[in-house]
């Protein structure tokens, strides 16, 4: 009895990962397809960002492969540098000087979703179940990242993503729109652990987007 049981839990956790496996490419394929993501190398973005109904910012956001990024404030028809990053090092502006200056401990994040190709990546998925998010049921999926644990909740009906929790945040997506075949939230609202929720609302996005690498020096 004891074996059959150990057989019955390994094909259960089989069952599982595979479950997980393919609502994340089901998520990736109704999309835009997988090819299509991975064929994505850079984006433009043109957002409002909100911490409170008095306190609007526009930005200007743009991430290329393998990966660079430039976020910028537009104040006055004019950019101002919030963060940047070479390849190899960060950057933000120093209104003091008017020069750029390095960031310390800054850690970039990657330019495509972890979910992307996870398994060549080392990352594991596994389905945790189904829950009700905001009336929706949903998927709720973990990624394994090594020693860091993220969470995805997927739509039972459409497998868009509508949630994001990882150590740093929660985050939830919606208002999503098709550019260029490729499908993407145009409202995010996010709530940093121990911050003030914030909301972005994307005015354009860009896919593919031209843009000159000398958009990612800073020095």
Do not use: C
């Not at 074996?3 to 609502?23: D, E, N, R, S």
């Not at 526009?58 to 976020?71: A, G, W």
């Not at 995805?152 to 497998?159: G, I």
Request: charged share 25%.
């Amino acid at each position: 009895m004891n074996k059959i049981l150990i057989i019955l839990f390994l094909l259960t956790g089989v069952a599982q990962a595979q479950t997980a496996q393919q609502i994340i490419e089901q998520h990736l394929q109704n999309s835009g397809g997988i090819h299509a993501w991975n064929q994505l190398n850079s984006i433009l973005v043109e957002a409002e960002v909100s911490v409170d109904v008095s306190e609007v910012v526009s930005v200007l956001i743009e991430h290329k492969r393998p990966y660079f990024k430039r976020v910028s404030y537009i104040i006055n028809n004019k950019e101002q540098l919030s963060e940047g990053y070479d390849g190899r090092q960060a950057f933000t502006f120093n209104e003091l000087n008017g020069k750029y200056r390095l960031l310390s401990n800054y850690t970039p994040d990657s330019f495509e979703t972890d979910i992307l190709n996870y398994e060549k990546k080392g990352f594991r998925a596994e389905l945790i179940g189904k829950e009700k998010l905001n009336g929706k049921e949903v998927f709720k999926i973990k990624l394994i990242k090594n020693t860091i644990v993220d969470y995805y909740y997927f739509d039972t009906e459409n497998y868009q993503l509508l949630r994001e929790e990882n150590q740093l945040e929660a985050v939830n997506y919606s208002d999503f729109k098709s550019v260029k075949g490729l499908s993407f939230a145009h409202r995010i609202e996010a709530t940093p652990i121990g911050g003030k929720e914030y909301v972005v609302v994307m005015k354009k996005i860009v896919p593919n987007a031209a843009i000159d690498d000398s958009r990612f020096k800073f020095n």
